[in-house]
Nanobody
């Protein structure tokens, strides 16, 4: 089982990044997926979520209007499009795939660093 994030990096304020989360080894299409981030000195927080059928959770105010989550079940991937990035978006971003119905599972990726700085 693998859940791998990619697409992070150093970007200037106001620019965009697209994070990818790719899965292997489990039934990804039946999972819900969330993106979380952990900013320096802060607890991990939820920034986006999408159901197995593509329904999207309300975004927190901190990213609403700037971040968009989407999924491509055929390619076993979930994306986080991040626009108009701000220095306070600097964090390690994690992908989380889970299924609450039987058979249950809960997987986390290793995280990808996003740094927003001029």
């Amino acid at each position: 089982v693998q859940l791998v994030e990619s697409g992070g990096g150093l970007v200037q304020p106001g620019r965009s990044l697209r994070l990818s989360c790719t899965a292997s080894g489990f039934s990804f299409s039946t999972s819900a997926v969330t993106w979380h981030r952990q900013r320096p000195g802060k607890e991990r927080e939820l920034v986006a979520g999408i159901s197995r059928t593509g329904g999207v959770l309300d975004y927190p105010d901190s990213v609403k209007g700037r971040f968009t989550i989407s999924r491509d079940n055929a390619n076993m991937a979930v994306y986080l499009q991040m626009n108009n990035l701000k220095p306070e978006d600097t964090a390690v971003y994690y992908c989380h795939a889970f299924r609450m119905a039987t058979p249950q599972y809960d997987y986390w990726g290793q995280g990808t660093q996003v740094t927003v700085s001029s």
